[in-house]
């Protein structure tokens, strides 16, 4: 087609719009939608409990022992500062990495896989400095606010070192 002076554009257009999407995994705590991205995500296992470890912070569950590797698991609720969660067996567990670390969150429940535009993230409104804080941005998907969780700044201070 270039010979005959045509371009195919279309090659490069897939491509830009895969590079400006983001891939999510998004669970529900309440009534609350959050996502984190799908590449960080490494497993999702039933809540089966944790080892308490000793003056860790409300929101460390404690460590599971998953194939050899010790991971810490944090209760996200209690992390936003809603008290802890009192884990059922409909609760899971979202193992992802954090940098060259395996953390696990506690949540209510999986829901879904989402493809967002980066184009559609905003920046976190001013008023609740926990979100701002551990929040990296929100995106609407389908008439539902998804707030994108900073998973550095959920496992910062955890005084957890696994």
Same mark, same amino acid.
């Given at each position: 087609?270039?010979?005959?002076?045509? &371009?195919?554009?279309?090659?490069?257009?897939?491509?830009?719009?895969?590079?400006?999407?983001?891939?999510?995994?998004?669970?529900?705590?309440?009534?609350?939608?959050?996502?984190?991205?799908?590449?960080?995500?490494?497993?999702?296992?039933?809540? *089966?409990?944790?080892?308490?470890?000793? *003056?860790? &912070?409300?929101?460390? &569950?404690?460590?599971?022992?998953?194939?050899?590797?010790?991971?810490?698991?944090?209760?996200?609720?209690?992390?936003?500062?809603?008290?802890?969660?009192?884990?059922?067996?409909?609760?899971?567990?979202?193992?992802?990495?954090?940098?060259?670390?395996?953390?696990?969150?506690?949540?209510?429940?999986?829901?879904?896989?989402?493809?967002?535009?980066?184009?559609?993230?905003? *920046?976190?409104?001013?008023?609740?400095?926990?979100?701002?804080?551990?929040?990296?941005?929100?995106?609407?998907?389908?008439?539902?606010?998804?707030?994108?969780?900073?998973?550095?700044?959920?496992?910062?201070?955890?005084?957890?070192?696994?």
């Amino acid at each position: 087609m270039e010979a005959l002076g045509l &371009r195919d554009d279309m090659g490069d257009k897939s491509a830009i719009a895969a590079q400006n999407s983001l891939q999510l995994i998004a669970f529900s705590i309440g009534d609350q939608t959050y996502g984190v991205e799908i590449t960080t995500v490494r497993e999702i296992r039933a809540w *089966n409990g944790a080892t308490p470890l000793p *003056n860790t &912070r409300e929101f460390v &569950r404690g460590v599971i022992n998953l194939r050899g590797t010790i991971v810490p698991i944090f209760d996200l609720r209690a992390r936003f500062g809603d008290g802890q969660t009192s884990p059922t067996k409909n609760h899971v567990v979202v193992v992802m990495s954090v940098g060259d670390k395996w953390v696990g969150i506690l949540v209510d429940a999986v829901s879904d896989i989402l493809t967002v535009s980066r184009d559609d993230i905003h *920046n976190v409104p001013e008023g609740n400095s926990i979100d701002t804080e551990l929040l990296n941005g929100i995106v609407t998907h389908e008439s539902r606010m998804v707030g994108l969780i900073d998973l550095h700044a959920v496992v910062s201070g955890a005084k957890v070192d696994a």
